[in-house]
């Protein structure tokens, strides 16, 4: 089992920025692919980002969205600049086997943190 706990979201700005983190505890933290996805009131979730053996951003968030992970510590980061407030959503983190955008592919899901930019 993997324990994931999402933190940094909030209200900012557009053009703004923010870093989320997500706290792994369980199994091996750098067995895992790890994910970013989102989700907005009414919309199927979405990918955002991954981190495995590549990374990779869904086209909406590539050049504004880095991912990282701090292995040491069992942290996923999520550093979001030049935010739209089409950026706002619920952003989880994910656990998976593979760095595939497919959700189905994720096995562990944290509680979401929200992101809310203002236009």
């Known amino acids: 089992q993997v324990q994931l706990v999402e933190s940094g979201g909030g209200l900012v700005q557009a053009g703004g920025s923010l870093r989320l983190s997500c706290v792994a505890s369980?199994?091996?933290?750098?067995?895992?692919?790890m994910g970013w996805f989102r989700q907005s009131p009414g919309k199927e979730r979405e990918f955002v980002a991954v981190?495995?053996?590549?990374?990779d951003y869904s086209d909406s968030v590539k050049g504004r969205f880095t991912i990282s992970r701090d292995n040491a510590k069992n942290t996923l980061f999520l550093q979001m600049n030049k935010l739209k407030p089409e950026d706002t959503a619920d952003y989880y983190c994910?656990?998976?086997?593979?760095?595939?955008?497919?959700?189905?592919?994720?096995?562990?899901w944290g509680q979401g943190t929200q992101v809310t930019v203002s236009a």
């Open positions: 369980g199994r091996t933290f750098n067995d895992y692919a």
């Open positions: 981190i495995g053996g590549w990374s």
């Open positions: 994910a656990a998976g086997r593979a760095p595939y955008r497919d959700g189905r592919y994720y096995d562990y």
